[in-house]
């Protein structure tokens, strides 16, 4: 049985799904979708203060007892001690919050389902489905939560709420790192919480595809789509999309960042926090930088791993228009790291035959599956994980050479679907869909998107087509109101944030360098910059290069940034391994990957 960091790990893989970069600007297009009535709007945020206003009176609340996060128990506030002695402390309200939206939060240890052991505990918050209706229909968030350490009489600073991105990844996972090198002076220091963003998992989950009209594998798709393929892809958009609105129905066009951001400053309130210490990463630092320009007076610290570019004028197809570039570039450095390794792996001593060796494997897999279950669809999105994580490239390099040498069981292994996240995979790809086609205005003729990505293709062939397909549902999305993105850094007169830290990898395919930049230049004179130098992995926190965390850590822990721009050395290469079944059969990550 795989571990709860493995399973969350291996569904994360699955997505295949990070945001964005830049990219030149595309020729006019027809759009599809109307901006929300501003009448609207105002409803929504009325509702939202209101829900967390009832939050953070259900969190004052809460008796405090022993150590902070004791089940079923509030934790003291930042800055003490994390205990009160043995006597419940209870802090006087004039009346109890409603039960509804915004209740109480009740940490107890975690259903078997989550598998998040001791001492984790589990709560669910309450937030509208529709915040214009604040008591209408409700939504159960999953909140994931280890309390401070207190190590080494470190003075407990609140909570530290974790983002992994997607959108449509769950965080819950999140407390489960404490223990691990890199984040235990953080963790004595702060409550590691983690949660299931709307739609996600247990939390009011989104799905747009019975199990029947799921992809069963294996799957065979061509390097170069001809008219007729690209016509049949187009059609299984529309049937997405329809499935979408078919199992949601109006309930659908609340999927947005606008709302994931409300549903965060719910979950602060709710944890008793007045201002938000926040971790997020991939498209989670795209909805910290929305939460920060909404709410630049309740942020505290700020980590932004991996940026999305939150140029609104980007949100989202641009964004995804230059995501091709960054992948042709990882894909690049595996095979040049390959083409280093060839008296290892055989498969080449230059990038080009590196290319070759796998046209061989793809060709081989188009005409017979390997093991009946790898096909090249398959095989592109093991290979696309290349792009995003550099701890798998043995792993892929070593399934290669195995299958070219006549043994297909590690590409099996390796790439074959696994009907144990399925589930997990499907509800994320819906609410990743549901998210970014409600977020902001997309084309919606079919010519502009064949048009683009034909051009993209002739530069960027690797994950060009693979990554307009998957977004090809906005084109038609049934929703008719489509937000219009915020304009990240443009905060109320006389406002401004705290500081804040980036870090980024310079060669970061899933979420290019220049996102970082932009992020950077939008929060202003106090957002600092971290760039690991020459390195692409995708999530450069947590575990892969000391000298970043240093950097995150120190912030976190004292509120210090390393000035302006700084940079770090690159984490070593992999080394290569040997081409045995048990050094090819599996990638060993880091950390669970990021989406």
């Known amino acids: 049985m795989r571990s709860t960091l493995a399973r969350y790990g291996v569904a994360s893989a699955a997505l295949c799904l990070t945001l964005c970069a830049p990219a030149a600007a595309a020729a006019a297009a027809r759009v599809g979708g109307h901006d929300p009535a501003p ?14 206003r009832r939050a953070a009176a259900a969190a004052a609340l809460r008796p405090v007892t022993g150590a902070a996060g004791t089940p079923g128990q509030g934790a003291p506030a930042a800055g003490t001690r994390p205990t009160q002695g043995s006597r419940p402390v209870t802090r006087p309200m004039p009346r109890p919050p409603s039960a509804g939206a915004g209740g109480p939060l009740e940490f107890l240890p975690c259903p078997a389902v989550e598998e998040l052991p001791d001492p ?17 229909p409700q939504i159960s968030l999953t909140v994931s939560r280890i309390a401070a350490s207190g190590r080494g009489g470190a003075v407990r600073q609140g909570a530290l709420v974790f983002n992994p991105g997607g959108p449509g990844a769950s965080g819950t996972y999140f407390p489960l790192l404490a223990g691990r090198p890199a984040w235990t002076r953080i963790a ?29 594998g294996p799957t065979q798709v061509p390097a170069e789509p001809s008219p007729a393929y690209k016509q049949e892809r187009l059609a299984a958009a529309r049937a997405y999309a329809e499935g979408c609105a078919r199992h949601a129905g109006d309930a659908l066009a609340q999927y947005t960042t606008l709302n994931n951001a409300r549903d ?53 197809y641009l964004d995804n228009l230059g995501q091709a570039g960054g992948f042709e570039r990882r894909w690049a450095d595996f095979r040049a790291w390959a083409a280093r390794h060839h008296e290892v792996y055989g498969l080449g001593s230059t990038a080009r035959a590196v290319q070759e ?9 188009a005409r017979t599956p390997a093991g009946g279950v790898v096909g090249t669809g398959e095989l592109q999105a093991a290979y696309l994980q290349t792009a995003y994580y550099d701890d798998v490239w043995p792993a892929r390099a070593a ?16 790439a074959a679907r696994d009907p144990a996240v399925a589930q997990e995979a499907a509800n994320a790809t819906a609410v990743y869909t549901a998210v970014l086609c409600n977020d902001a205005p997309w084309p919606a003729d079919w010519e502009t998107w064949d048009r683009d990505n034909t051009a ?17 549902p906005c084109a038609d999305w049934p929703v008719r109101e489509r937000q219009r993105p915020v304009a990240v850094g443009e905060l109320p007169a006389g406002q401004r944030l705290p500081r804040t830290l980036t870090v980024a990898a310079e060669r970061d395919g899933a979420t290019p360098y220049r996102g970082a930049l932009e992020l950077q230049r939008r929060l202003g ?15 450069v926190a947590g575990g892969r290069n000391a000298c970043v965390d240093g950097h995150v850590e120190r912030y976190l822990l004292t509120g210090t940034t390393p000035g302006w721009r700084v940079t770090c050395a690159p984490h070593p290469e992999p080394a290569p391994v040997t081409l045995d079944e048990g050094a090819a059969s599996a990638p060993r990550a880091l950390l669970p990957p990021l989406v």
């Open 39 to 52: 009448d609207r709007l105002a409803a929504e945020d009325a509702g939202a203060e209101l829900v967390a």
């Open 525 to 539: 004179a106090g957002a600092a910059l971290v760039t690991e130098r020459a390195a692409g992995s995708h999530g």
């Open 264 to 316: 965060l400053d719910v979950l602060r309130a709710a944890l008793g926090e007045r201002r938000l210490s926040f971790f997020g990463a991939s498209y989670g630092t795209y909805l910290g930088a929305v939460y920060a320009t909404r709410h630049p007076d309740r942020v505290r610290r700020m980590v932004f791993d991996s940026a999305v570019d939150p140029d609104p004028r980007r949100v989202w």
């Open 188 to 216: 004595a220091a702060y409550d590691l919480v983690g949660y299931a963003p709307r739609g996600v998992g247990r939390s009011g989950p989104l799905i747009c595809q019975d199990p029947a009209e799921r992809p069963q």
């Open 399 to 414: 399934a290669l050479a195995a299958y070219l040498r006549g043994n297909p069981a590690p590409l099996t292994r390796q």
């Open 357 to 365: 060796s796998y046209e061989k494997v793809r060709a081989a897999v």
């Open 120 to 136: 984790v505990r589990c709560a669910t918050l309450r937030v509208p489905l529709d915040y214009a209706r604040p008591d209408g």
């Open 456 to 472: 993209l293709a002739r530069r960027a062939p690797f994950e060009t087509w693979a990554n307009a397909f998957l977004n090809l």
